[in-house]
């Protein structure tokens, strides 16, 4: 016992026993001791690296920056990312924290970890890859949140071809790793406004028709969630040239209106919320204008009918609104 | 494990077979995995109606999937099946403590055991940086070989590791709850371990404190009064011992790490010993105790399947021969001679409508259908608050919200509608999903109004109790009038407790004590 005491690991022998370690993961045959010694020792050193960031002592400054430098000079994120199935599950967990805690690590105003990994788009694509894998999407999940808090980061998932793999994700997993994909496509959409609003413009067609079948998913919460994203899209002011080019496509108006009489109430109301922007248009082009007075006498039965016992003084507001508007058709 | 595969229909790998359990969330049953044959518990929510957003749901799974102990309820995963969410746990056959007591309450010996392996969740739980919030009987399994289970994280929460680690939501439920969850004056790990001394006087008693008074009565008597004791004929060690759990302020809580060196769990037995508890409770089945239990159905019932959508709007193009250009009066919406949905329709059940609006049975076409119909008899569009307007004067009171581009109204009704009712200064508005779910945001206006402190009256009783309790009417009354009515009793009751601090605990404490025709304890 006192043989480890009196003789802490450096931040290089910890990063170096993981790297060691993981080949053997692959050589070994499962279930051998080999496995389950290189197992324990990438488990073993992982707390190790995580007690030292945030461990019940106060981390040492040199040792943390030891630490770092070792992990981009030897790309420790990426393989670590890329094993983290083999490893164990309480290990797992330490992946994660080690990965976010040096992800928040600033020295100054710089951001080391941020600036590695703006130059190694490979991890950020492995990340995202991680919901090929049920046993590790939520941990890989975690990771990619925490890299998406960062607008360089961010805007590189974005621009990428594997930033359309998202639908994809959320189609063929289950309910909380779907969820989990959707959280961080929402994340990459909506948390840093400016950026996202300049992609939308841009690649329009390209988004709005993958995300479309997000939209007409059979999914119950996959098709809730995007009717709701799809709102705060168009709703945000950034995105006003996005949202001037949507309410202009009559294809869009009529898949909301028939929305609006999904058999979920949630989705209807959320469809409504999308509706609402085509009938606010002040300059509404003609072809939206004409589908709304062909169906003029209908919405009014329709919506005066719709959701009337919902205690919520916007909502009614709305809804009245949209009623004088189309009565003035 | 099994890769992922297409949208998994949990029903290829997991039969459903009787409900064991029904909670605020939905539904527990039994079943089992096909491909192990091995048993779990089943939790379904409808999604649909359930209160929660799916974001929260979500929240818990993640916390949930990060768990592995022995002390707690594994995760097997969710699924998701139409607008119902399945969520596969570890199944445990003991039952829960509160059934196992049902033949009785348990001696001490058995409660230590309990006691200690209950702390050895916590630990696990507390050094993961996440708290239960609703320790008691009832949540508390054992398996067959008598291990104990913590289980049912509903309400969940975790600790952020950077932020402030002070919980601000008051979840829980009033008897176990701790003084600063009531107060809401933020709190941690430490309100498990009062819960934990709850908990352990309710397995010795068969009750917690306070459980043959009102939960209102009891939210206000919990911060107010000194902590319960044990009393009866139980050692110094196990008196001693809920008395270091039952400590007023946090900070005096020995942490569950602690605790676990403490004498009287340092002496139990091994857990194996609990299978006595499970055998009695089987022994008394079987001699007819708990007859009486309702068995209710097990029905899940699917979203009433409305109208094909195609049938209702013109768009100018046939794409289906069979559908006529355009669909006139039998739209499923029609407006039917039904009467209007009034306070005095046999259809509302005071006692269990729920405040959410949602929640109206499973017929949304039936259910619209029948407000048209209200509408529709009434031949006018209901006024508008404050003040009954025409429509035309209400269109321009709706520009007034209307920017240069004419849209920006409803980017506030966007952002605002999900997160930050602390934005409205309508507390029907605020309470929006109701008891007590958004209690928080309006505890933290009021709080700006008048400084809090411990010794003011504090207003638990009006935020968490009265306003909420008004603002689950809103969704049966029908008339914008009737709303306006409803908002300006809340006001009073705010007003008159600006007037009078405390006065409405005492108010509604005047109510439970009549009501309930109990002694006043004073």
């Known amino acids: 016992m ?51 960031l945030h461990g019940e002592v106060e981390p040492q400054p040199e040792l943390v920056a030891q630490l770092a430098q070792e992990t981009y000079t030897t790309d420790l994120l990426l393989l670590l990312v890329l094993h983290i199935a083999r ?6 967990k330490d992946v994660v924290q080690i990965f976010n805690n040096l992800l928040r690590r600033q020295i100054g105003s710089r951001s080391p970890t941020v600036e590695y990994l703006a130059a190694k788009h490979e991890i950020i694509f492995a990340t995202l890859a991680g919901y090929e894998n049920e046993d590790v999407a939520l941990n890989t999940g975690m990771i990619l949140k925490e890299i998406l808090r960062h607008e360089q980061l961010c805007k590189i998932l974005l621009y990428s071809d594997q930033f359309y793999k998202f639908p994809h994700y959320i189609e063929t997993t289950t309910f909380g790793i779907s969820c989990d994909a959707f959280a961080n496509l929402k994340e990459t959409l909506t948390r840093h406004k400016p950026m996202v609003a300049e992609y939308l413009d841009r690649n329009y067609d390209r988004f709005f028709a993958s995300f479309t079948t997000l939209i007409l998913s059979n999914n119950y919460v996959t098709k809730r969630q995007s009717l709701k994203l799809l709102g705060e899209i168009l709703l945000d002011r950034a995105n006003f040239n996005v949202m001037t080019r949507y309410i202009a496509n009559e294809a869009n108006l009529k898949m909301m209106m028939n929305l609006l009489r999904d058999k979920s109430k949630n989705i209807q109301f959320e469809a409504f919320h999308v509706f609402k922007v085509f009938v606010a248009n002040p300059k509404k082009p003609p072809q939206i204008e004409i589908i709304l007075r062909r169906n003029k006498e209908k919405l009014l039965v329709f919506l005066k009918g719709f959701h009337n016992d919902k205690d919520d003084e916007q909502f009614n507001d709305e809804k009245q609104f949209l009623i004088v508007q189309i009565q003035m058709l | 494990m099994s890769q992922s595969s297409t949208h998994q229909d949990p029903e290829e790998f997991y039969v459903k077979q009787d409900r064991i359990g029904k909670g605020s969330f939905g539904e527990v049953y039994k079943g089992y995995d096909k491909r192990t044959q091995k048993t779990v518990a089943i939790k379904i929510i409808d999604l649909e109606s359930a209160e929660d957003e799916i974001e929260d749901i979500q929240q818990e799974i993640q916390i949930l999937s990060q768990l592995d102990s022995p002390h707690v309820t594994k995760y097997h ?5 139409g607008s119902h969410l399945w969520i596969v746990m570890e199944y445990c056959s003991g039952g829960s403590c509160s059934d196992l007591m049902k033949p009785g309450v348990f001696r001490e010996e058995y409660i230590a055991i309990i006691i ?68 809401q004056s933020g709190y941690d790990h430490k309100a498990d371990i009062w819960s934990l001394g709850i908990t352990a006087i309710e397995l010795a008693k068969g009750e917690p404190p306070y459980a043959d008074l009102h939960p209102m009565k009891v939210l206000f008597l919990i911060p107010k009064n000194p902590p319960p004791t044990l009393e009866g004929n139980f050692s110094k060690t196990f008196r001693e011992f809920v008395s270091y759990c039952l400590q007023r302020d946090p900070r005096d809580r020995p942490s569950a790490r602690e605790l676990l060196k403490h004498k009287f769990v340092r002496m139990a037995k091994k857990t194996s010993y609990l299978t006595e508890l499970i055998d009695r409770h089987e022994r008394w089945k079987a001699e007819g105790g708990g007859k009486h239990e309702e068995e209710e159905h097990d029905a899940v019932p699917d979203l009433a399947v409305n109208g094909d959508s195609e049938e209702l709007w013109d768009f100018g193009t046939v794409r289906h021969a069979n559908r006529p250009a355009t669909i006139g009066r039998t739209a499923p919406y029609k407006p039917t001679n039904g009467p209007p949905l009034t ?46 307007a025409t429509p035309n004067r209400f269109a321009q009171d709706t520009v007034r919200h209307i920017p240069p581009k004419g849209l920006e109204y409803s980017s506030q009704a966007g952002s605002t509608r999900h997160e930050a009712p602390d934005e409205y200064d309508e507390y029907d508005q605020a309470f929006e999903d109701g008891y007590p779910a958004k209690v928080d945001e309006l505890n933290h206006q009021l709080e700006d109004a008048h400084l809090d402190d411990d010794e003011l009256p504090d207003t638990t009783l009006l935020d968490s109790v009265v306003l909420p309790a008004i603002a689950s009417l809103f969704p049966r009354v029908s008339s914008q009038e009737a709303r306006v009515a409803l908002s300006t009793l809340q006001r009073a009751f705010t007003d008159a407790e600006r007037v009078i601090p405390g006065v409405t605990a005492e108010l509604v404490n005047e109510i439970v004590d009549s009501v309930e025709r109990v002694d006043d304890d004073r």
């Open chain 2, 77 to 81: 995963g969710s699924y998701l099946k």
């Open chain 2, 343 to 388: 306070w005095e329709n046999d259809d509302i059940d005071w006692a269990n409508t729920p405040p959410s609006s949602t929640k109206q049975g499973s017929g949304s076409s039936d259910s619209t259908s029948r407000f048209a119909s209200s509408i529709a008899n009434k031949g006018d569009l209901p006024p508008l608050p404050p003040a009954p």
């Open chain 1, 2 to 52: 006192n043989f480890f005491k009196t003789k802490p690991r450096t931040p290089p022998d910890l990063v170096r026993g993981i790297r060691d370690a993981i080949p053997k993961l692959d050589t070994s045959a499962p279930g051998s001791e080999a496995r389950k010694k290189a197992c324990e020792e990438i488990t073993k050193n992982l707390q190790s690296i995580k007690a030292l």
């Open chain 1, 87 to 92: 490893f164990e599950f309480e290990a797992r």
């Open chain 2, 116 to 183: 200690r392996e209950l702390l050895r969740g916590l630990e696990y739980l507390h050094s993961e940086g996440k708290l239960h919030r609703d320790i008691k009987a009832a949540n508390i399994l054992l398996s067959a070989g008598g291990e104990v289970k913590l289980a049912d994280f509903g309400v969940s929460g975790q600790l952020s590791g950077t932020l402030s680690a002070k919980k601000n939501t008051f979840v829980g439920t009033p008897y176990w709850m701790s003084p600063e969850v009531i107060k």
